[in-house]
T-cell receptor, first 109, second 113 residues
Framework: ELKVEQNPLFLSMQEGKNYTIYCNYSTTSDRLYWYRQDPGKSLESLFVLLSNGAVKQEGRLMASLDTKARLSTLHITAAVHDLSATYFCAGSGTYKYIFGTGTRLKVLA | NAGVTQTPKFQVLKTGQSMTLQCAQD?????MSWYRQDPGMGLRLIHY???????DQGEVPNGYNVSRSTTEDFPLRLLSAAPSQTSVYFC????????????FGSGTQLSVL
């Protein structure tokens, strides 16, 4: 059964700094997804990673996937306040999407 | 383009009451699902459906019932509400089972007293 773990759970960082959120999963996953959730809002898709070595970038966010290590990372470059949100990774298989617990990111000016 | 529409946005129930959370999508997605979000626990899958007439259980199905009579609609029923069901509920759909990204509704905040 697929299990997904994220760390850290909370991340407070200063503007301009770099940091990485880690997502480990327990068994083979068809895809690896990253979502963003603003406070009180719904989830919005950021990235879909399909295969080993996949890397996707959008602005200051870059996601990568290592299927052999069962690890995905979300790297934040030169953080800005607008990136403050909760970030979720999710794996999928057999018609089920399984989410991690989320990383609450707060970027301080 | 409405996407995934959930109603109501907020609901307060008394223990033992029943209710139905509505979810509709206009994207012709075969796959639809319900999640609950609790602090520190991420999103947990309640039930899902891969098409009209086909439903299955997720991680936390107890106390919830679903049906899928049309492609567009996937209601979630609470049979006898309990305080442990206080949560934020999200409906989500995707084009191709678990191989495409999910589109989420705006959520229903449910309190059971």
């Amino acid at each position: 059964e697929l299990k997904v773990e994220q760390n850290p759970l909370f991340l407070s960082m200063q503007e301009g700094k770099n940091y990485t959120i880690y997502c480990n999963y327990s068994t083979t996953s068809d895809r690896l997804y990253w979502y963003r959730q603003d406070p009180g809002k719904s989830l919005e898709s950021l990235f879909v990673l399909l295969s080993n070595g996949a890397v996707k970038q959008e602005g200051r966010l870059m996601a990568s996937l290592d299927t052999k290590a069962r690890l995905s990372t979300l790297h934040i470059t030169a953080a800005v306040h607008d990136l403050s949100a909760t970030y979720f990774c999710a794996g999928s298989g057999t018609y089920k999407y399984i989410f991690g617990t989320g990383t609450r990111l707060k970027v301080l000016a | 383009n409405a996407g995934v529409t959930q109603t109501p946005k907020f609901q307060v129930l008394k223990t033992g009451q029943s209710m139905t959370l509505q979810c509709a999508q206009d994207m012709n997605h075969e796959y639809m699902s319900w999640y609950r979000q609790d602090p520190g626990m991420g999103l947990r899958l309640i039930h899902y459906s891969v098409g009209a007439g086909i439903t299955d259980q997720g991680e936390v199905p107890n106390g919830y019932n679903v049906s899928r009579s049309t492609t567009e609609d996937f209601p979630l029923r609470l049979l006898s509400a309990a305080p442990s069901q206080t949560s934020v509920y999200f409906c989500a759909s995707s084009y191709d089972g678990s191989r495409k990204k999910l589109f989420f509704g705006s959520g229903t905040q449910l309190s059971v007293l």
